[in-house]
């Protein structure tokens, strides 16, 4: 290859890491919005639809969906429904992503506040470790983990993803 | 066009929207240390520098600035000095953005955090819309709705942005 | 030098930046998890990884250490490792960065959540002034300092750092 040709695969290379960088804070910055407002199934699939076909959330030991439907019928539920109908805000930390070609990890914090009697109340405060894998419809969750930091063993393990994060 | 000349072309405006999409989330990052050291009409208006010529800070149905000096007036009031005194932190969630040319839109959460009695206490928790555009001074605010996460449908409406961005 | 090139070089000192300022951010989003897991003097040191050899962390008048050992030693007590052990988050907002070549500044806010009997407390509300230096190792913290939003002069001299940032 010449030398223009090799400095503009270089940079062809470069941005194209730089765009799964942002694309991957994208799909994370999708989830609160979609989740404050999935007060039906129909519209908990919207959140699902950040996963991929057979990506799965979990939630703690045992509580889990998988795919964008089994996403739906995790927030399903009353609880979930009367945060939407109450007030409520799922927000996340900027994370810190590590890209390996179609692979992505991410690390970041997560928030949910919840409105009552005029008031804002900080329900959980978690840590979330995300697969991503990138698909012909663009970077979907292949794997959500997300643990309260409650001081368990489990959220120290989640948390310290970080040290095999490049 | 040559082979070279199409892949610069392509490379420049990939580079374009992501300097675009880095400059909005900065415009963004600012507005928290702008407002919370606003004490007079004059710190005001850094903050309200941040929006264009006509642009609108709707805060509330109702209640909005425009333009520079009228978001400057916004923030001028006791509540908004006793904040800046005391010590409180308006804090932007990473936000979800979306390109279109010389437009922008971004979704996002915010926080308003006072310190009250020596403790900290969650005053506000809101959803924020933002409509941005490119000018000669860079990239300003033309609109910002902002909606409390209070259970009400003006902010679910707000939320249901993000099933419009790209 | 050739149209080509000039375009070329243009392009890659703009990636540059751009990957600079992605990789100041990557720095700053690593330090929560790592000081969340920070149990013990020897994980301390993976914190204080995060700055240069003669790095400061100042968390408030006459409260600094200095280099990776200072740093861990800053972390190793009582306090924080009960933070560690019960639950907690220091989380960090989305930063505003401004580049000057190897050198970097980041304004943003941070938060220290803890887990108190089974519910979480917002402990620390804090506003940051980063310094970063560009190293054979990466970008590092050349100084950080840390100042609590209780309303104190110098809180506000730290947020309105933001007024020299490009």
Chains 1, 2, 3 share one sequence.
Not at 84 to 103: C, F, Y
């Amino acid at each position: 290859m010449s030398d223009t040709e090799i400095r503009l695969a270089r940079l062809e290379a470069r941005l194209q890491a730089l765009q799964d960088h942002v694309a991957v804070c994208q799909v994370i910055a999708r989830y609160g919005p979609q989740a404050d407002t999935a007060d039906t199934y129909d519209r908990g699939l919207k959140v699902g639809a950040l996963w991929a076909a057979d990506g799965v959330y979990e939630l703690a030991e045992g509580w889990a969906g998988q795919g964008p439907d089994g996403i739906a019928g995790l927030l399903d539920n009353d609880v979930h429904r009367a945060l939407v109908r109450d007030g409520a805000a799922h927000i996340p930390s900027a994370p810190h992503v590590t890209l390996r070609g179609d692979q992505a990890t991410a690390i970041n914090y997560s928030r949910v506040y919840k409105h009552v009697d005029g008031a804002f109340v900080v329900w959980r405060v978690s840590v979330n470790h995300w697969t991503l894998t990138r698909t012909d419809g663009g970077w979907k969750v292949q794997r959500r983990v997300n643990r309260l930091l409650n001081g368990s063993d489990e959220a120290r393990a989640v948390l310290r993803a970080i040290d095999q994060a490049a």
